[in-house]
């Protein structure tokens, strides 16, 4: 059975910073893309960022570029997010998930396996 356990979520001030973790148990996930995905309340889930089964080929949202960092530890089979100079805007739950392929698609519908989600609060 495959289970992505997330961690590394909490309330933080604006201009902090938080680090996520995903670790995948049950399967090896060397081989596919994973994301980072959040979903704020009354909002549709969003893609955040992405990293290819390639460690170096990474893909974010423009609203973080330059502010968070996905990176991949295959040998832990785990996927981070380095969150820097927190915003209150991104104050949401934050989920982790496996893509169907190596390659970075940034619809939710191209990843079939989910975590439970993480909440992150930044306060202004």
């Known amino acids: 059975q495959v289970q992505l356990v997330e961690s590394g979520g909490g309330l933080v001030q604006a201009g902090g910073s938080l680090r996520l973790s995903c670790a995948a148990l049950g399967r090896t996930f060397s081989s596919y893309a994973m994301g980072w995905f959040r979903q704020a309340p009354g909002k549709e889930r969003e893609f955040v960022a992405g990293?290819?089964?390639?460690?170096?080929?990474?893909s974010y949202t423009d609203s973080v570029k330059g502010r968070f960092t996905i990176s991949r530890d295959n040998a832990k089979n785990t996927v981070y997010l380095q969150m820097n100079s927190l915003k209150p805007e991104d104050t949401a739950v934050y989920y982790c998930?496996?893509?169907?392929?190596?390659?970075?698609?940034?619809?939710?519908?191209?990843?079939?396996?989910w975590g439970q989600g993480t909440q992150v609060t930044v306060s202004s």
């Open positions: 998930a496996v893509g169907q392929f190596g390659s970075i698609t940034t619809s939710p519908k191209g990843y079939p396996y």
């Open positions: 990293i290819s089964r390639n460690p170096e080929i990474t």
